[in-house]
């Protein structure tokens, strides 16, 4: 059987456009199933899931939709209603790949549902707003989107070549054929920044000789939201998150925060986890003209023209901690916190600028303070970045995972 391409849009306002695309994907060989979302009028084609079927499964009343007083309920109800069908269609196997095409409107709605989908699912967005920056539409999942040039409304020399594109991306992306591995290595996780590299690096090297295929991601707010999707996505076996940093960032309003939730994702999954409080001696700002002026007398470090760090203080990694307990005591699976009595980064060793045991100190009491009872605490008089420590995360995640390592 073809593989089915679920086309979403707005069939009242841009029939014409996704017949188009429609054809063109159908010619290649494929499957299409359309799904409208359109509610100020009637679709100019027969959609396979109509507009008053996704807004039940948003939970809103199609009447009360059309009658064009409520765009705001219109656009969460159309958002949240095809979330829930483009989801389901996948777990049918009813969907291979997906595409859409739109103004912002259209745009937000039609990425609300494609981030329900796991990554590697092809995903295709055509969009007026593909030119800038489209993070708040992708969030961490593999949207490709594609600049529309002109705007979404009707067929002419420039968007014709766009849409044939499109449909173009689409059907290769879901006819082309992924290489079987040999072997399928377990995955782990694992969180970098460049002041802990040496640390991941060597801790890597030890989980790749074990078998284990280590995914490394930075740091950067963005890099932790992806590895915690991924997580969340039942793709990861063992989580080795050295580099929480970005619970900094979110205690004192970094640009590199990611949520509240940071260091949840496997405790929430069930999977094995190290948890070390890599880098929470610093948050990351802009230049630093963009620096808080509530933070003038801090301690800094210009990283580079562009990324101003700044020493974390005591009542800051006290914070951290209790949020790093948090994390741990949420975990059914196998937990470990593992603490680097001689600085969390480069910078945070005995000699160097952020060097701070005080401020170390607080952070480790919290954890320790916080902690449920029988939740491993392990403390090594050694900076993180010491082949010491590093070995040491790598083999507690590998006797936690069931493996004994090779001397």
């Not at 103004?103 to 937000?108: A, D, Q």
């Not at 933070?295 to 990694?317: C, Q």
């Amino acid at each position: 059987m073809a593989p089915t391409v679920v086309i979403a849009g707005s069939l009242d306002t841009k029939g014409a456009e996704f017949a188009f695309i429609k054809e063109l994907i159908e010619k290649e060989g494929l499957k299409t199933l359309v799904v409208d979302f359109g509610v100020m009028g009637a679709p100019a084609f027969k959609p396979d899931i109509p507009s008053g079927e996704v807004a039940a499964a948003g939970g809103a009343d199609p009447a009360l939709l059309a009658s064009g007083e409520h765009k705001d309920l219109a656009m969460k109800s159309m958002a949240a209603g095809l979330a829930v069908i483009v989801r389901r269609l996948h777990d049918e196997g009813r969907l291979q790949g997906i595409i859409g095409m739109g103004g912002s409107g259209g745009t937000s709605i039609a990425t609300a549902a494609m981030r329900t989908l796991p990554v590697g699912v092809p995903k295709v967005m055509v969009s007026t707003m593909g030119g800038g920056d489209v993070s708040v539409y992708t969030g961490t999942k593999d949207i490709t989107f594609i600049p529309s040039i002109v705007d979404v409304a009707g067929i002419n020399r420039i968007s014709r070549r766009i849409y044939s594109n499109a449909a173009g991306a689409i059907a290769g992306m879901v006819k082309s054929e992924i290489p079987e591995e040999i072997s399928e290595k377990p995955l782990v996780t694992a969180s970098m920044f460049g002041n802990t590299t040496v640390c991941v690096d060597h801790a890597r090297g030890i989980l790749e000789k074990e078998g284990y295929e280590v995914l490394v991601f930075h740091a950067t707010g963005t890099g932790g939201k992806t590895m915690e999707g991924l997580i969340a996505d039942g793709y990861v076996t063992g989580s080795l998150d050295i580099t929480t940093t970005e619970l900094a960032d979110h205690v004192c309003g970094g640009v590199f925060s990611a949520g509240a939730d940071r260091c949840m994702a496997a405790s929430k999954a069930g999977i094995p986890a190290v948890l070390v409080p890599g880098c929470v001696d610093m948050a990351n700002f802009g230049g630093m003209s963009t620096v808080p002026a509530k933070y003038s007398g801090r301690l800094f470090y210009e990283w580079n023209p562009d990324v101003t760090l700044m020493r974390t203080n005591v009542e800051e990694n006290i914070k951290i901690g209790e949020m790093i307990a948090a994390a741990a005591n949420a975990s059914a699976a196998p937990v470990a916190v593992i603490l680097p009595l001689k600085g969390v980064s480069m910078l945070d060793s005995p000699g160097n600028r952020f060097w701070d045991p005080a401020a170390d100190l607080a952070c480790y009491d919290a954890i320790k303070k916080n902690l449920k009872p029988g939740i491993s605490v392990i403390e090594m008089d050694k900076n993180i970045n010491d082949a010491e420590f590093s070995e040491k995360v790598a083999v507690t995640l590998l006797q936690m995972l069931g493996k004994t390592p090779k001397p």
